[in-house]
Each structure stands twice: as structure tokens, then as C-alpha cells.
């Protein structure tokens, strides 16, 4: 019964900040590693950022050094806090558990605006 929600989602200007938040249950939170993905309409889901269990963090090129994932391991939550955000940003965001193609959260929706 392992659940990811997302939330935090929304409509932000080109160069402005978001942070989203995924709260996890059903699993031991602090023993799994945690990213964030994202989705476009005619896109692959494309990786945003990843955090292993000792806090270390993977970015691409693409959202390396913009966005900033991080844990919260009291609150079984991870964050995803993007800034100078741009158009291209724009998707669908997605909560994944241990960096594999098994557990996802149901999406919240990040539109920017040039």
C-alpha cells in the first residue's frame, strides 16, 4: 500500500520559484531513495532530480543548478524546489520511489509562463 502525493503545483512566471512536496506512506521513507520526474504531452518522462538515502542529489544538465531536491526525513516527505524556472519547464511533475520504474505519485501539474 505505498502511496506518493504530490502537491504544490501550479502557474509561475518565467524565472520565478515552485516548490513541490510528495509525502510518502506504506514504505520505510528513510531506507529509500527518492526523485522527482517529469512529463510533458508527447514527451518521455524525463528525471529531475534524484536523492539517495545518505542525502546525496543527481540533477541533469538540464535542472542542475536550478532546482534543489532535498528530504525531510521526520515527515516522510521529499521537496523539489525549482527556481529561475522556464517555459520548458513546463509538465507534469511526478513523486518516484527508489529512483526505479515501480512506485509514482499521481502528478501535479507545473505550467510557466514566458
Known amino acids: 500500500q505505498v502511496q506518493l502525493v504530490e502537491s504544490g503545483g501550479g502557474l509561475v512566471q518565467a524565472g520565478g520559484t515552485l516548490r513541490l512536496s510528495c509525502v510518502v506512506s506504506g514504505t520505510t521513507f528513510n531506507e529509500q531513495s527518492m526523485g522527482w520526474y517529469r512529463q510533458s504531452p508527447g514527451k518521455q518522462r524525463e528525471f529531475v532530480a534524484g536523492i539517495t538515502v545518505d542525502a546525496s542529489t543527481y540533477y541533469p544538465d538540464s535542472t542542475k543548478g536550478r532546482f534543489t531536491i532535498s528530504r525531510d526525513n521526520a515527515k516522510n516527505t521529499v521537496y523539489l524546489l525549482m527556481t529561475n524556472m522556464k517555459p520548458e519547464d513546463t509538465g507534469a511533475y511526478y513523486c518516484?520511489?527508489?529512483?526505479?520504474?515501480?512506485?509514482w505519485g499521481q502528478g501535479t501539474q507545473v505550467t510557466v509562463s514566458s
Open positions: 518516484n520511489l527508489g529512483l526505479t520504474d515501480r512506485y
